[in-house]
């Protein structure tokens, strides 16, 4: 592969706290040089030299929360159609949920997916393992047996486990083989019958709410799980102020925690639902709008660590439905970056923190080899065109499923390269 370099580029890179205009350059597979100094430095022989002038420079982005159909229901989404998702969405690296059919539950099928994902995807695939058995909550998982075979984290599902036995005895194993558990807080007793946010909005459409105490109590109990088994926890998906001083307070207190947000919830409210659009049925839901910019402030001081798509394809049958027979769950690969702009735009979130959410920050938390561009790390680069416009339309998403949030939305901003190990994967038309 020819070596690459990538002039006239603004850099950001939150690893070193670098924000300036400068020269990329990779070779083998790895960075030799990125910042200012290395534009003095020439070109390789025989290398593929871009100009880049009006793009930003960033590491590859990560996304940590991805479903995706294989193994089982493939016509929603393939590894290798995730992958190409993923990759028009600047998206290099991302966390595999262990929600297939049938889970990823032992090391036979994560097997399976690491073959899967070297032979047929673009970018690179961490898969996590499932932390209880067929994901039920009752038995747990070989945890030092998945992790040594390539399991990044270890996941049990769209509902909080409820047996505290279980859980306790799988967050010593985790911690023993340094595995972080990587849960969703959510109660299955108070949101199985809710079909979005309690409140009064949710009155006015005559459907039945979540109310905030469904995240709010599994995630205490968590916390305090992980305090005293010292596992190393997130919170994958939280979405009210009461759950960020929570983990305020238990970082206080010594816990190795750290939390996640979908971009759904930071840059959507409930009343995007509107008429019953289905496509805003989502876990967790979205909430007020008051709780949108507390949130959104949250991430800004980096009380809440990682953003994430929560990318979850859903197909026809499953989403053109009444309102509360829909399945939960959208599509998010191919816009998150755009997404998470808004905000940079309307200047709530400084970029270098965004991407520092997208890329820097998910990478330390699942120890990926990823999110930096310092010499030596391989040469995952996505290349930004923060100011172009682009209108989200179904002929124009590459996910073979269609279930988007942002339909029709207009976006300034989007990934127009994506190098993987300084391979570029995609390039916007």
Not at 152 to 177: H, I, K, P, Q, W
Request: with cysteine.
């Amino acid at each position: 592969m020819k070596p690459l370099v990538l002039n006239n580029t603004r850099i950001i890179d939150p690893s070193r706290d670098l924000d300036q205009t400068g020269t990329i350059i990779v070779a083998d597979g790895r960075i030799l040089a990125a910042g200012r100094d290395a534009a003095n430095q020439g070109a390789p022989d025989g290398a593929d030299v871009v100009d880049c002038r009006g793009l930003v420079a960033a590491p590859g982005l990560v996304d940590a929360h991805v479903f995706v159909g294989e193994p089982g229901a493939e016509h929603t989404e393939t590894i290798h159609s995730a992958s190409l998702a993923a990759a028009a969405g600047g998206i290099t690296s991302f966390v595999m949920m262990p929600d297939t059919n049938p889970p990823i539950d032992d090391v036979a099928l994560l097997e399976f997916v690491l073959k899967t994902a070297r032979d047929n995807a673009v970018v690179n695939v961490f898969p996590a393992a499932a932390l209880t058995k067929g994901l039920a909550g009752l038995e747990m998982t070989e945890v030092g047996l998945l992790k040594g075979e390539g399991a990044v984290a270890f996941a049990n599902g769209r509902y909080s486990l409820s047996d505290n036995r279980v859980l306790r005895r799988a967050m010593t194993y985790a911690r023993a083989f340094d595995a972080v558990v990587s849960l969703e807080p959510r109660d299955r007793y108070l949101s199985e019958t809710g079909v979005m946010n309690e409140g009064l909005f949710a009155s006015w459409l005559g459907l039945s709410g979540i109310p905030r105490e469904a995240e709010i109590i599994p995630l205490e109990r968590d916390l305090r799980l992980a305090a005293l088994t010292g596992a190393r926890y997130h919170a994958a998906l939280i979405s009210v102020p009461e759950s960020v001083e929570a983990i305020r307070v238990a970082r206080e207190r010594g816990a190795f925690v750290s939390s996640g947000i979908s971009i759904n919830n930071l840059t959507l409210n409930e009343n995007d639902i509107g008429e019953y659009r289905t496509f805003f049925k989502l876990t967790p839901p979205l909430r007020h709008e008051e709780d949108r910019l507390q949130m959104v402030e949250a991430l800004k001081n980096g009380l809440i660590d990682i953003i994430v798509s929560s990318h979850d394809p859903q197909d026809v049958d499953t989403k053109r439905l009444p309102f509360s027979d829909a399945e939960d769950g959208a599509i998010g690969l191919e816009t998150m970056l755009s997404a998470a702009l808004r905000l940079h735009h309307s200047g709530e979130v400084p970029l270098m923190r965004l991407i520092d959410a997208m890329s820097t920050r998910p990478a330390k938390v699942f120890d990926l080899d990823a999110g930096t561009l310092q010499p030596g790390a391989r040469g995952d680069i996505t290349l930004i065109d923060p100011e172009e416009p682009w209108i989200v339309t179904p002929d124009r998403l590459v996910s073979l499923s269609k279930n988007t949030t942002f339909e029709n939305a207009r976006f300034s901003g989007r990934a127009v390269r994506t190098y993987v190990a300084g391979k570029c994967v995609y390039q916007a038309s």
